[in-house]
């Protein structure tokens, strides 16, 4: 994928450096109790807690002295050049998408809302609510915010055996297909339909049907790439790849075995690849349109 001559998108929230100390400390929550206790046990432990607690609210962190550390070297991986070149290639795949939705919507005399990407370490706060870096990338639709966290790109390759460039790109051009429904009511739609039904499988149905038009998305995006000169051989491939490997059949038989279809949320592999297809090969928003 030819990405290092793009431009970079003025929309990219970088909070990787928030969560650092917050989710150092979070993780010593553990060690800290048996302290506390100790500490309750005498006048001078009390203390020692209350000038801990005076000291949080001056803006000085009482758990640096246990977390050995850990901000410094954190601060020094979001400084890497590995991570800078990271962030460089969200920023670029970010602003193609955002030329292909402004003229897509142009064409359609809408105006294309840019949404912002927010980049974070661990976990995030989003008007969606709390979310780890366990749930994946994510789109918020209140916020109009997509959220990633970069170790999700690693994770893609290793866990999913899902890597290159285009991978990545495949999976940050489907949260902005999130965004596209949104403008255009997609979303509420779907909501007010699966407010109508209590059968959680007619609501799992609902929300296979917005993931797969979000690949289909993902699929236009991509057409747009192969125009503008930015698809190198072997792309397409690694973005079918990357969806056949994030399936829920493939998912539900490797962790547990078993496929249970009823339970799908986003769609089969075998779904979840056609409909890139579907949007690579028409490159229009009609080709990706449902029937509910």
């Known amino acids: 994928m030819k990405w290092q001559d793009s431009r970079q998108s003025n929309n990219v929230e970088d909070k990787r450096q928030d969560n650092t100390t917050s989710m150092g400390s979070m993780g010593n929550l553990g060690a800290l109790i048996p302290i506390i206790r100790f500490l309750l046990g005498s006048n001078i432990g009390r203390v020692i807690l209350v000038m801990g607690v005076v ?18 070297s954190a601060q020094k991986s979001v400084d890497s050049p590995e991570e800078k070149q990271k962030v460089a290639f ?29 980049l974070f370490r661990n976990a995030v706060s989003s008007k969606c609510g709390f979310a780890s870096s366990q749930t994946g990338p994510f789109y918020c639709p209140v916020d109009q915010k997509v959220y990633l966290d970069l170790g999700f790109f690693d994770e893609l390759a290793n866990r999913y055996k899902a890597a290159g460039d ?51 998305y993902a699929g236009v995006w991509a057409h747009y790439m192969g125009q503008y000169k930015v698809l190198e051989d072997g792309d397409i491939e690694e973005a079918l ?14 962790y547990q075995g078993r496929v249970t279809p009823d339970s799908f949320t986003h769609g089969s592999s075998k779904q979840r690849m056609s409909w890139f297809k579907k949007g690579f090969e028409g490159g229009k928003l009609s080709s990706c349109a449902f029937e509910i």
């Not at 064409?107 to 840019?114: F, T």
């Not at 489907?174 to 779907?190: A, K, P, R, S, Y």
């Open 55 to 72: 000291a949080y609210f001056m803006g000085y962190n009482p758990l640096a002295l246990i977390e050995g550390g850990s901000t410094a």
């Open 90 to 118: 969200v920023s670029a795949v970010l602003a193609q998408t955002e030329d292909v939705w402004c003229k897509i919507f142009s064409e359609q005399g809408a105006r294309y809302k840019e949404p912002n990407l927010v």
């Open 241 to 254: 790849n990357a969806a056949s490997a994030i399936g829920d059949d493939t998912l539900q038989k490797h």
């Open 166 to 216: 285009f991978a990545q790109a495949y999976v940050i051009a489907h949260e902005v297909g999130h965004h596209v429904q949104n403008l255009l009511g997609t979303l509420e739609n779907i909501q007010t339909l699966k407010s109508r039904t209590k059968s959680q499988v007619e609501q799992n149905a609902l929300q296979v049907k917005v993931e797969l038009q979000a690949d289909c």
